[in-house]
């Protein structure tokens, strides 16, 4: 079953003389590595003049329909269940048997796309597109704008998550100037080493001498000794004392609720970070790769490298 939705701009207008990918969304990793690289392939397939479909049904992120359980649609998305299988992310997830590849190649003839995600994962995943220049709607663009653009297409709220975000941002008494941070800790060690918290700091009183600073992470211990180690800071947050650190495999064997819940929580902290003044991060996290397209240049400033880069 296939469903064609409106098109949000010419980004996502589908010509019968193009090849068509269908980009499987959420089938791996944690929700800001797959929406980054989500990104990224809208912004190939554009500049390769490829459609651009999405199938989400299955997302890890899901409680029912996937991506509009909490946004609005901005693409056509097909709903066909044999993506689950055949349409991995990453090449090296691929299954190579006989009957695999006539499945996959046969799925393809008779649901008329191209090309799977893992197909084109090794082009858009690439360093080289860091260099490269986009048009959008006939403007001309680096990768950063260009990024900056799509995700402010894309990046719309559905109304019960509009909803449930402003209740998780009635808890806060931002003032109207502040500054963030981001300070990943969990899994991601496995993948980068955790910076200390006084790089963070050091960082964000070179920038500014402000002292409200929103903290987003996911150890309550860091906003523990943020609270002890700088206590001529006001530090805001929204994360529980009970929170110790993001375990991707144990997050995705959680209930519904509870990872509903805990998304919805996160967006709201993201939204909250990307109209600070300044946010410092790591570039090295998703996240942190996220807020680095989202916000205007100069505004995200990593601890861990001098500048943004795909991750």
């Not at 993506?83 to 393809?108: A, E, F, G, M």
């Not at 996160?266 to 410092?280: E, G, P, Q």
């Amino acid at each position: 079953m296939t469903t064609i939705m409106p098109n949000s701009s010419s980004l996502f207008e589908i010509e019968s003389s193009r090849k068509t990918l269908v980009y499987h969304l959420g089938s791996e990793a944690g929700f800001f590595s797959e929406f980054n690289n989500m990104v990224l392939a809208i912004l190939y397939c554009n500049q390769h003049h490829i459609n651009f479909k999405l199938y989400s049904k299955d997302a890890n992120f899901a409680y029912d329909k996937g991506w509009t359980d909490f946004f609005e649609p901005f693409c056509p998305e097909v709903t066909d269940a044999f993506h689950n299988i055949y349409n991995t992310r990453q090449p090296i997830y691929v299954v190579n048997r006989l009957r695999d590849k006539v499945r996959r190649w046969s799925y393809k003839k008779l649901y008329h796309f191209d090309y799977y995600t893992f197909e084109l994962w090794r082009y858009f995943h690439n360093h080289d597109m860091e260099q490269q220049r986009f048009e959008i709607d006939g403007q001309d663009m680096d990768l950063l704008d260009a990024t900056q653009s799509v995700i402010q297409r894309i990046w719309r709220y559905n109304e019960p998550t509009k909803a449930r975000i402003n209740e998780f941002l009635t808890k806060l008494t931002l003032p109207q100037t502040y500054v963030g941070i981001h300070v990943r800790r969990g899994d991601k060690v496995i993948e980068h080493e955790n910076e200390e918290i006084g790089k963070y700091m050091s960082a964000l009183q070179q920038l500014t001498d402000i002292k409200d600073v929103f903290a987003y992470t996911d150890d309550y211990a860091v906003v523990s000794s943020l609270k002890t180690l700088y206590p001529d800071y006001h530090f805001y947050t929204l994360v529980d004392e009970s929170e110790h650190g993001y375990i991707h495999q144990e997050f995705v064997k959680k209930g519904k609720d509870f990872r509903t819940n805990a998304l919805l929580k996160m967006f709201a902290s993201i939204d909250v970070l990307s109209r600070a003044k300044y946010c410092v991060g790591t570039f090295s996290t998703n996240p942190g790769m996220f807020l680095g397209m989202r916000m205007p240049k100069g505004r995200m400033v990593g601890i861990d490298f001098d500048n943004w880069r795909i991750w």
